[in-house]
């Protein structure tokens, strides 16, 4: 057990629709990552958050929004799904600031399936 | 911006031998960074290498840093059935940028 929770961990929806997953991250971290990893893609960098200031971007399509609250919990949100957006979401923390990464410790993930 | 290549994609092998993954980045690394997922989990921490010719050791895996710091490598000495799983580099930029992975199935 990583300590990083993410729910829900299976979602099944349909196209056009938006989703909401919810990343919470190891008592004490800063840091929330954001991960897409599809079928031979690895682990695409989506997004991160620290102290709930956005950090840094990577390929996050604008269709898809994030945030860190204050209790620093933090939400992926998708909207106007694809087939395409089907993917295993990872939320990672990290008790280091950027630019220091350190291990980051991964959730268990959320699968989506967009049909 | 920088890419991180791994080969090989994947690799069977049958237990008792000996399996070597390689990444390549396309720019310097402060530090790399290895991590294996077993098929249907997560990716756990493995090793950090932060150091030019860095060479450690964890029972039968053994992780290298290449003098440039532009390539690593890892190798199983002697695979298990629990080596099992997709190991991964991964290089900072302005966050953890992963390789696609090696996938490693071994038979008994």
């Known amino acids: 057990d990583s300590g990083v929770t993410q729910t829900p961990k299976h979602l099944i929806t349909a196209t056009g629709q938006r989703v909401t997953l919810r990343c919470s991250p190891r008592?004490?971290?800063?840091?929330v990552y954001w991960y897409q990893q599809s079928l031979d893609q690895g682990l695409q960098f989506l997004i991160h958050y620290y102290n709930g200031e956005e950090r840094a971007k990577g390929n996050i399509l604008e269709r898809f929004s994030a945030q860190q609250f204050p209790d620093l919990h933090s939400e992926l949100n998708l909207s106007s799904l694809e087939l395409g957006d089907s993917a295993l979401y990872f939320c990672a923390s990290s008790p280091l600031p950027p630019p220091n990464t350190g291990e980051l410790f991964f959730g268990e993930g959320s699968r989506l399936t967009v049909l | 911006g920088q890419q991180v290549m791994q080969i090989p994609q994947y690799q069977h092998v049958q237990e008792g031998e000996d399996f070597t993954t390689y990444c390549n980045s396309s720019?310097?690394?402060?530090?790399i960074q290895w991590y294996k997922q077993r098929p249907g989990g997560h990716p756990v921490f493995l090793i950090q290498l932060v150091k030019s010719g860095e060479v450690k050791k964890q029972k039968r895996l053994t992780f290298q840093f290449g003098e440039a710091k532009k390539n690593s490598s890892l190798h199983i000495t002697a695979t298990q059935t629990t080596d099992v799983g997709t190991y991964f580099c991964a290089g900072v930029q302005t966050a953890l940028i992963f390789g696609k992975g090696t996938t490693l199935s071994v038979s008994s």
């Open positions: 008592s004490g971290d800063l840091s």
């Open positions: 720019t310097t690394l402060s530090n």
